[in-house]
């Protein structure tokens, strides 16, 4: 009895009591992998841009003379009609003294010639002075005329149906001489433009399919590129992608836009998909399983594709990469496929 109740202390001190050890278990990721192999890749450019007016499509209303803006029947954004009225302008202080001045020097350089011809017939004087009378009286009166005329159409209507894209002065602003008042966007009639880096716009050409979206949000429209200036702007020292846009679109102009471009594929490259890369900082990188161990490779990245991206320096092709659960990993973590 004294030996068995020694034998039962000892256990007790030694912890022999049968429980399991304290350790946790080292973590492991679930994950799924993707290989770094050498592919041909479709660089895709996404470009920025907004909604506008086709050239064929627009219609700008201006003043025939000097006028002042009597009152604005049709608003930016008004839907009208081929016909109606856009706005009414009144003639200017300065119209009105240049219409009088016209008329008083028509009048008297008709009476001129009037007597240039009287003269002549009393062999007064040659044919060479009533030609000169009467030249004269025909450019002041084609001068009268044309302000009159002019004058006369100071009721701006919409040439053709469609809506009111701008209108530039206010009630009771003087419009100088041909200047805008209003511009007239028929429905439909828009395109998109986007800017693009001047190095870029070289490797693109009319034709191009491109996939647009409004940046808002929204459903992918199939597109296609209408023309490419590689002239870069002065301020945004882009240049400048036009591309159509669909009738039943239904994208007025100043919509905001993003674009998705595929430009020429490179030749073979080493590439990883686009979702095995990881970034810290600015420093992209990925995580490399080897013997079910994690291990992260720094990396220098080229071609961004639609799915893959080109790797530069970092890897090597068969390198078998996390491309899900990438975000639950830390170098040397033990992992598991899904």
Sequence with gaps: MIRYAILVIVCLASGCSGTASDESPAPVALVTLGRAEKAAIAETVTLYGVVEIAPAGEHVLAAPVEAVVMSIDAPAGTRVQRGQVIAHLGQSPATRAELAKAIAEARAADTAYARQQRLRADGLVGNSEV????????????????????????????????????????????????????????????????????????????????????????????????????????????????????????????????????????????SVPYAALLDDGGQPFVFVVADNVAHRHDVVTGVVGSERIAIIKGLSAGDQVVTQGGTAVDDGMKVRLK
Excluded: W
């Excluded at 009159?148 to 209108?167: C, D, H, I, N, Q």
């Excluded at 003087?174 to 001047?198: C, E, K, L, M, Y």
């Design 131 to 270: 030609e000169t009378a009467r030249a004269a009286a025909l450019s002041a009166d084609a001068l009268r005329d044309s302000l009159m005329e002019r004058s006369k159409a100071l009721l701006l209507t919409a040439p053709s149906s469609g809506y009111v894209a701008t209108f530039t002065p206010h009630p009771g602003d003087v419009v100088a001489t041909g200047s805008p008042v209003a511009t007239i966007a028929r429905v439909n009639q828009v395109r998109a433009h986007f800017g693009i880096d001047p190095g870029l716009a070289r490797r693109v050409g009319a034709g191009a399919s491109l996939m647009i979206a409004p940046a808002a949000g929204g459903a992918p429209i199939a597109s296609q590129i209408l023309s490419v200036s590689p002239v870069a702007d002065a301020q945004t020292k882009l240049a400048a992608v036009f591309a159509s846009i669909p009738p039943d679109a239904g994208l007025n102009a100043g919509i905001a836009l993003t674009g998705s471009l595929a430009l020429n594929a490179t030749t073979e490259a080493l």
